[in-house]
């Protein structure tokens, strides 16, 4: 099967950076996926990783690193606008469809 | 140019009741996915449809159906309503099949289904 793990919730104030990870088991996996959710909302893409490395667009940055089966989103200079749920998503190619992690909650206080 | 759009945006039912949800793709896009959030948890998938037919199906009974027409609209027919069926169900599309290249998903802000 395939899953995806992150943590629940992150806390911090504006300006701070906070980093949410996934990790995932699987095999033949393609990529992972970010996208945010504000409350109400619904989910919007952010970033995609195909290769190693490190994808960046502007305040956030996301990470993968296949062999270690994991990702992580980075969130620079926080902003209050930034407190949404993010959730991590990856394909199998061979079943076409995009998993999503449990998603994270993140808090940003002034 | 519109986005995803569903209907309804709320709909009540009781148990063993049939709910039909409905989801209308960005202009152009073939490809069509479910999927169930339960309160304050992750995105389970339902279905996948492509060009009329389905290609995927996640790990949900038989109960759940759907369907995608030619104009690629689609609708999520849920039967015999159970009251753990109470969910926000989202329907997302993508210009093509999300494959071993990437395509990313966009989004409707879905149906809340509450089964009383």
């Known amino acids: 099967g395939q899953s995806l793990e992150q943590p629940s919730e992150v806390t911090a104030v504006e300006g701070a950076i906070v980093q949410i990870n996934c990790t995932y088991q699987?095999?033949?996996?393609?990529?992972l996926s970010w996208y945010q959710q504000h409350d109400g909302g619904a989910p919007t893409f952010l970033s995609y990783?195909?290769?190693?490395g490190l994808e960046e667009t502007g305040r956030f940055s996301s990470f993968l690193s296949r062999s270690d089966s994991y990702g992580y989103l980075l969130l620079q200079e926080l902003q209050m606008k930034d407190s949404a749920s993010y959730f991590c998503a990856g394909i199998k190619a061979a079943g076409n469809k995009l998993t999503f992690g449990g998603g994270t909650r993140v808090l940003v206080k002034p | 140019e519109a986005g995803v759009t569903q209907s309804p945006t709320h709909l009540i039912k009781t148990r063993g009741q049939q709910a039909t949800l409905r989801c209308s793709p960005i202009?152009?896009?073939?490809?069509v996915y479910w999927y169930q959030q339960a309160l304050g948890l992750g995105l389970q998938f339902l279905l996948w449809y492509d060009e009329g037919e389905e290609r995927n199906r996640g790990n949900f009974p038989p109960r759940f159906s759907g369907r995608q027409f030619p104009n690629y609209s689609s609708e999520l027919n849920v039967n015999a309503l159970e009251l753990e069926d109470s969910a926000l169900y989202l329907c997302?599309?993508?210009?093509?099949?999300?494959?071993?290249?990437?395509?990313?998903?966009?989004f409707g802000s879905g149906t809340q289904l509450s089964v009383l």
């Open positions: 997302a599309s993508s210009l093509a099949r999300v494959a071993i290249g990437f395509e990313k998903l966009f």
């Open positions: 699987t095999s033949g996996f393609y990529g």
């Open positions: 202009s152009g896009h073939t490809s």
């Open positions: 990783n195909a290769l190693d």
